[in-house]
């Protein structure tokens, strides 16, 4: 920009300014849009050529000859008069010059002052100071200053992803003033951060000229994406790799798309690691292209396993899964799993081997980027905690659909079709004879207990999720509604709906710790629900402290709980990694059934709780959280619970 003559240290501060960006500008290219050439502003005067004598004549700080006696004496300064200004206010000098009206006149603190008015940069280099000598021995400061050119308006051009209202609203300030370089500066410093903050690292200020009715010109390269290119792969589809970038040729470079792009990516778990690289364009100016890099790693994986859990008792169990099935990124895995069925003497539970194995499919890619296909076929045969001794035997298949929404990429809707068969057989005909009696309650009852059925289940769903970590999470939101229409196919009369929903909202407290608070509930909306399918509170998933459906069973259920996680004292700074997801909690549960079935009867199950606890939390790959806890009933906790507290074990956390 030719704004008359500059100093070499204010057009050095454009240019470090453009070479702090991702891009470096060429040094000509700098001047050549300023309108300079190197030699003018190796020309541009010094401060000192700009001190001017009584006599008008120049002088310099190293021509001591040439002072006069005002230089010489100690004079006290009458007064500072300024002239030649038109836009920029007195004031605004006075405030900047360290001389002032009453002070001590020096010749190097008023060349000081004017290097200062210079600095300001709404000056040209034609400025002179003139001190004259009053009668009464003080001195007279008249300083002459001559401003540029006043910013009449701006244009911009290149803008397409960031709005021209934007850009103008770093401008705007300087419209009317003289030209002023160090604010220009600032300005463009200003546009960059507009651009980076939203993404654009690539975006650079190309050139900044003015007219000489005083309008400046900013042209803007925004970096353009000339190809996409996919390295690495070798067992993994290229379309499969494609297809997870969003981000295409001819789009504005975007950092926090890519980073989407190379999450999703690394999210099918094919790759063991996934990078982007950044070169200009050989074919077109001022455009780039991006290469992934990726690198794959065995999917193929077996796992044997056992432990301990609330539901299933002592059990061990066995996996086989390939997460990159055919090189499409498709996830195919067959589970089972065998164990006692018996946990902490649970007398409603009958002692009967739990017994389970499960196919399925998982397909990430179904018709675009967003939507996914989970398929699966499971049988389970296990003592039931629905029903008091009797024995569950389920085999059913499922297909989810899920779509992430793009009004919203944090929420995800989902529908399920489902085809199950639950069968519900007598355990100890005997045993719950005796507890009938006991209670007066006709032992037809039990065959309503015993009621199970085939069942086609369609099952919509929305989940928003806004969590900063899966593994241990610290702050966000987690809420779940799901809606499940089952159709006995066996009785119609059978059918039921329920609506279940959940909602879990994390608070960061010091740096590595978090507060959560949780409340879930759910009813039937319509039918008779089987028990065998009714809400149960208590275990590991709802109120803990008491055993699994140890508060009761019913048509409804409403529950809260709030949690404070932490890191173990030294054991999160240790290099062992699996240690540092460890946290220790301190919780409170509180919940309540509604429309109770006779096992609550028979069983002395208070249908509403409150219980504390302390507990550990630890994420397990492949399984997700595990979480130890042992609570305390505060309120009664029934015939059959236990008030001096009970241990629960459980696996990840129930969305429904």
Same mark, same amino acid.
């Given at each position: 920009?030719?704004?008359?003559?500059?100093?070499?240290?204010?057009?050095?501060?454009?240019?470090?300014?453009?070479?702090?960006?991702?891009?470096?500008?060429?040094?000509?290219?700098?001047?050549?849009?300023?309108?300079?050439?190197?030699?003018?502003?190796?020309? =541009?005067?010094?401060?000192?050529?700009?001190?001017?004598?009584?006599?008008?004549?120049?002088?310099?700080?190293?021509?001591?000859?040439?002072?006069? +006696?005002?230089?010489?004496?100690?004079?006290?300064?009458?007064?500072?008069?300024?002239? &030649?200004?038109?836009?920029?206010?007195?004031?605004?000098?006075?405030?900047?010059?360290?001389?002032?009206?009453?002070?001590?006149?020096?010749?190097?603190?008023?060349?000081?002052?004017?290097?200062?008015?210079?600095?300001?940069?709404?000056?040209?280099?034609?400025?002179?100071?003139?001190?004259?000598?009053?009668?009464? &021995?003080?001195?007279?400061?008249?300083?002459?200053?001559?401003?540029?050119?006043?910013?009449?308006?701006?244009?911009?051009?290149?803008?397409?992803?960031?709005?021209?209202?934007?850009?103008?609203?770093?401008?705007?300030?300087?419209?009317?003033?003289?030209?002023?370089?160090?604010?220009?500066?600032?300005?463009?410093?200003?546009?960059?951060?507009?651009?980076?903050?939203?993404?654009?690292?690539?975006?650079?200020?190309?050139? =900044?000229?003015?007219?000489?009715?005083?309008?400046?010109?900013?042209?803007?390269?925004?970096?353009?994406?000339?190809?996409?290119?996919?390295?690495?792969?070798?067992?993994?589809?290229?379309?499969?790799?494609?297809?997870?970038?969003?981000?295409?040729?001819?789009?504005?470079?975007?950092?926090?798309?890519?980073?989407?792009?190379?999450?999703?990516?690394?999210?099918?778990?094919?790759?063991?690691?996934?990078?982007?690289?950044?070169?200009?364009?050989?074919?077109?100016?001022?455009?780039?292209?991006?290469?992934?890099?990726?690198?794959?790693?065995?999917?193929?994986?077996?796992?044997?396993?056992?432990?301990?859990?609330?539901?299933?008792?002592?059990?061990?169990?066995?996996?086989?899964?390939?997460?990159?099935?055919?090189?499409?990124?498709?996830?195919?895995?067959?589970?089972?799993?065998?164990?006692?069925?018996?946990?902490?003497?649970?007398?409603?539970?009958?002692?009967?081997?739990?017994?389970?194995?499960?196919?399925?499919?998982?397909?990430?890619?179904?018709?675009?980027?967003?939507?996914?296909?989970?398929?699966?076929?499971?049988?389970?045969?296990?003592?039931?905690?629905?029903?008091?001794?009797?024995?569950?035997?389920?085999?059913?298949?499922?297909?989810?659909?899920?779509?992430?929404?793009?009004?919203?990429?944090?929420?995800?809707?989902?529908?399920?079709? /489902?085809?199950?068969?639950?069968?519900?057989?007598?355990?100890?005909?005997?045993?719950?004879?005796?507890?009938?009696?006991?209670?007066?309650?006709?032992?037809?009852?039990?065959?309503?207990?015993?009621?199970?059925?085939?069942?086609?289940?369609?099952?919509?769903?929305?989940?928003?999720?806004?969590?900063?970590?899966?593994?241990?999470?610290?702050?966000?939101?987690?809420?779940?509604?799901?809606?499940?229409?089952?159709? &006995?196919?066996? /009785?119609?009369?059978?059918?039921? /709906?329920?609506?279940?929903?959940?909602?879990?909202?994390?608070?960061?407290?010091?740096?590595?710790?978090?507060?959560?608070?949780?409340?879930?509930?759910?009813?039937?909306?319509?039918?008779?629900?089987?028990?065998?399918?009714?809400?149960?509170?208590?275990? +590991?998933?709802?109120?803990?402290?008491?055993?699994?459906?140890?508060?009761?069973? /019913?048509?409804?259920?409403?529950?809260?709980?709030?949690?404070?996680?932490?890191?173990?004292?030294?054991?999160?700074?240790?290099?062992?990694?699996?240690?540092?997801?460890?946290?220790?909690?301190?919780?409170?549960?509180?919940?309540?059934?509604?429309?109770?079935?006779?096992?609550?009867?028979?069983?002395?199950?208070?249908?509403?709780?409150?219980?504390?606890?302390?507990?550990?939390?630890?994420?397990?790959?492949?399984?997700?959280?595990?979480?130890?806890?042992?609570?305390?009933?505060?309120?009664?906790?029934?015939?059959?619970?236990?008030?001096?507290?009970?241990?629960?074990?459980?696996?990840?956390?129930?969305?429904?």
């Amino acid at each position: 920009m030719k704004f008359h003559k500059i100093t070499k240290q204010l057009l050095l501060a454009v240019i470090l300014v453009m070479m702090t960006q991702t891009n470096v500008v060429a040094m000509d290219d700098v001047w050549g849009g300023m309108g300079l050439s190197e030699e003018a502003v190796q020309d =541009v005067p010094r401060p000192s050529d700009m001190f001017k004598s009584q006599d008008g004549s120049a002088t310099s700080q190293t021509q001591t000859s040439s002072e006069t +006696p005002v230089d010489k004496e100690l004079r006290l300064i009458k007064d500072i008069e300024i002239y &030649g200004l038109n836009s920029v206010a007195e004031h605004e000098i006075r405030e900047k010059i360290q001389m002032k009206q009453g002070g001590t006149y020096s010749r190097d603190l008023l060349q000081t002052d004017l290097k200062t008015i210079y600095q300001m940069g709404y000056f040209t280099e034609k400025m002179k100071a003139i001190p004259s000598k009053n009668e009464d &021995g003080s001195v007279t400061v008249k300083i002459v200053v001559e401003e540029n050119i006043p910013v009449k308006d701006f244009t911009i051009e290149g803008n397409t992803v960031i709005p021209i209202e934007d850009i103008l609203a770093t401008l705007n300030d300087m419209k009317g003033k003289p030209q002023n370089i160090a604010q220009l500066n600032i300005a463009i410093s200003q546009i960059q951060e507009l651009y980076t903050s939203k993404g654009y690292i690539l975006a650079r200020i190309d050139s =900044v000229t003015d007219d000489p009715d005083g309008t400046i010109n900013i042209s803007i390269k925004e970096g353009v994406i000339d190809k996409i290119m996919i390295e690495g792969n070798e067992k993994t589809k290229d379309y499969v790799v494609a297809r997870n970038i969003l981000t295409e040729p001819g789009m504005i470079y975007n950092e926090n798309l890519i980073k989407e792009d190379l999450v999703r990516l690394y999210a099918t778990q094919a790759f063991k690691d996934v990078t982007r690289e950044i070169e200009p364009s050989e074919e077109i100016p001022d455009a780039y292209d991006i290469t992934i890099k990726i690198q794959e790693q065995r999917t193929a994986s077996i796992s044997v396993g056992g432990g301990v859990d609330t539901v299933t008792g002592l059990f061990g169990s066995m996996g086989i899964t390939e997460t990159n099935f055919r090189g499409r990124a498709e996830r195919i895995s067959l589970t089972g799993l065998v164990g006692t069925g018996v946990m902490l003497n649970d007398s409603s539970v009958k002692d009967h081997m739990n017994i389970q194995a499960e196919l399925s499919y998982f397909k990430p890619y179904f018709y675009n980027a967003d939507t996914s296909l989970n398929n699966r076929i499971f049988f389970r045969d296990f003592g039931s905690y629905q029903i008091p001794l009797a024995i569950e035997r389920r085999i059913g298949a499922e297909m989810t659909v899920a779509h992430r929404l793009k009004k919203n990429r944090h929420a995800t809707a989902s529908f399920s079709l /489902g085809l199950e068969n639950i069968d519900v057989r007598e355990g100890d005909f005997n045993g719950i004879s005796r507890m009938y009696q006991r209670y007066n309650i006709p032992i037809a009852e039990r065959a309503k207990q015993l009621e199970g059925g085939l069942f086609l289940s369609l099952s919509p769903a929305l989940i928003y999720d806004t969590r900063d970590s899966a593994t241990v999470t610290r702050h966000g939101t987690m809420a779940s509604i799901r809606f499940d229409e089952n159709f &006995g196919l066996d /009785g119609f009369d059978k059918t039921n /709906g329920k609506l279940t929903g959940m909602i879990k909202q994390y608070i960061p407290v010091g740096k590595k710790s978090s507060l959560s608070f949780t409340a879930k509930g759910g009813g039937a909306i319509h039918g008779d629900i089987p028990e065998v399918m009714a809400y149960r509170v208590g275990g +590991p998933y709802t109120v803990r402290g008491f055993k699994m459906s140890g508060v009761g069973t /019913g048509d409804a259920f409403i529950m809260g709980s709030a949690e404070f996680a932490t890191p173990i004292p030294f054991m999160d700074r240790t290099r062992i990694s699996f240690l540092h997801n460890i946290r220790f909690t301190v919780w409170a549960d509180a919940g309540k059934v509604f429309d109770g079935t006779v096992s609550n009867k028979i069983y002395d199950r208070p249908e509403y709780a409150v219980s504390a606890g302390v507990g550990l939390k630890v994420f397990i790959p492949g399984m997700g959280p595990l979480s130890i806890d042992y609570g305390i009933p505060l309120t009664n906790a029934g015939r059959n619970g236990s008030d001096h507290g009970y241990f629960t074990f459980g696996v990840g956390d129930l969305l429904y």
